[in-house]
Nanobody, 124 residues
Framework: QVQLVESGGGLVQAGDSLRLSCAAS????????MAWFRQAPGKEREFVAAIAWATDDTYYADSVKGRFTISRHNAKNTVYLRMNSLKPEDTAVYYC?????????????????WGQGTQVTVSS
């Protein structure tokens, strides 16, 4: 089993920056991919960003492209999401996830393991 623990969420003002962390334990991740999703109240869970474990290629939702950056530190089994120029519409619970099978990076059903989520609230 893989356990994922997110941290770094909080309450910030529009325009501020925040860095989320996701620490993984329980196994090695070898060629597995990792991603960040978010879910706002009353909304479906949506893709935010992903990073390919084997190639380091990164992928972003159009809504966050140019503002958010996903990165990883393999030795620590940790994935980060740096969020700049935050907007009120970024308010959501943010989840990290691990995919153990190949597939589309932005499809939530591809990901097998999920963290508990960390709340990000952006005030106007």
């Amino acid at each position: 089993q893989v356990q994922l623990v997110e941290s770094g969420g909080g309450l910030v003002q529009a325009g501020d920056s925040l860095r989320l962390s996701c620490a993984a334990s329980g196994r090695t991740f070898s060629s597995y991919d990792m991603a960040w999703f978010r879910q706002a109240p009353g909304k479906e869970r949506e893709f935010v960003a992903a990073i390919a474990w084997a190639t380091d290629d990164t992928y972003y939702a159009d809504s966050v492209k140019g503002r958010f950056t996903i990165s990883r530190h393999n030795a620590k089994n940790t994935v980060y999401l740096r969020m700049n120029s935050l907007k009120p519409e970024d308010t959501a619970v943010y989840y990290c996830a691990v995919a153990i099978y190949s597939g589309a990076y932005s499809t939530s059903s591809r990901y097998t393991y999920w963290g508990q989520g960390t709340q990000v609230t952006v005030s106007s």
